[in-house]
């Protein structure tokens, strides 16, 4: 792999899995991953969203994977400028594309994820949904795929090579380690703030 890639995203775990013929990217909330050999990226979403992004033509792909769209206050500071909300989350894959030889007119877009796994008024994952088709709109993008929505969790590999994804929805009712992990993060999200600045869908 690229030097650039290797240090950029050295903090990235990588495993092996038999059933795949490539190296396994696995990408936690507010973390994203890009590469020009061939790779898969993998996470779990529930209310998060993932894209999956890649320009076929130069072979460099990769995906985010975000939980909130964009922070309340407007200027950024050091913590605020976070993966971990949709508007960081989006300019930084499509940048580091765009590094890598990437032309914004060929990227193909895919987005996954934005289940409602929470009970309550408040559906974490639609507004999620609502906000990246709109940043998309106004980028003059499109995508090729969505799978949005549902009140299920998933678990998706991108195959950033050939832009393939399988995707496996979870039943959440046996499955309250994405639940746990999500409200953990928003929690921490919220106290950053507070300071001062296996059925598998081929697509």
């Known amino acids: 792999m690229p030097q650039i890639d290797t240090d950029q ?12 013929p490539h190296e396994i990217a696995s990408i936690l909330p507010g973390e994203f991953f890009v590469s020009r050999e061939p790779m898969i990226v993998y996470t779990v979403l529930g209310s998060c969203i993932s894209a999956c992004i890649r320009d076929p033509i130069a072979g460099v792909g990769g995906m985010n994977h ?10 950024h500071d050091s913590w ?9 989350a ?3 894959l499509i940048n580091e594309i765009l590094k890598r030889g ?3 007119s060929r990227l193909e877009i895919k987005l996954f994820g934005a289940g409602k796994i929470y009970e309550g008024n408040i559906d974490v994952g639609a507004n999620n949904a609502k906000w990246v088709i709109g940043y998309l709109k106004s980028e003059g993008l499109g995508t090729v ?3 949005l929505g549902d009140v299920c969790p998933r678990k998706v590999y991108y195959f950033t090579d050939s832009g393939r994804v399988l995707m496996k929805k979870i039943e959440q009712v046996k499955n309250r380690t994405i639940l746990e992990r999500e409200r953990e993060y928003a929690v921490r999200i919220k106290q950053r703030e507070q300071q001062p600045v ?4 081929l697509f």
């Open 66 to 75: 975000f939980m909130l769209p964009e922070p309340k206050e407007v200027a």
């Open 9 to 20: 995203f050295a903090h990235i775990r990588r495993m092996r899995d038999n059933r795949f």
């Open 80 to 88: 605020g400028e976070s993966t971990r909300y949709g508007s960081y």
């Open 90 to 92: 989006m300019e930084s």
């Open 145 to 147: 795929k969505t799978d």
């Open 198 to 201: 296996e059925d598998v869908t």
């Open 102 to 104: 990437g032309l914004k």
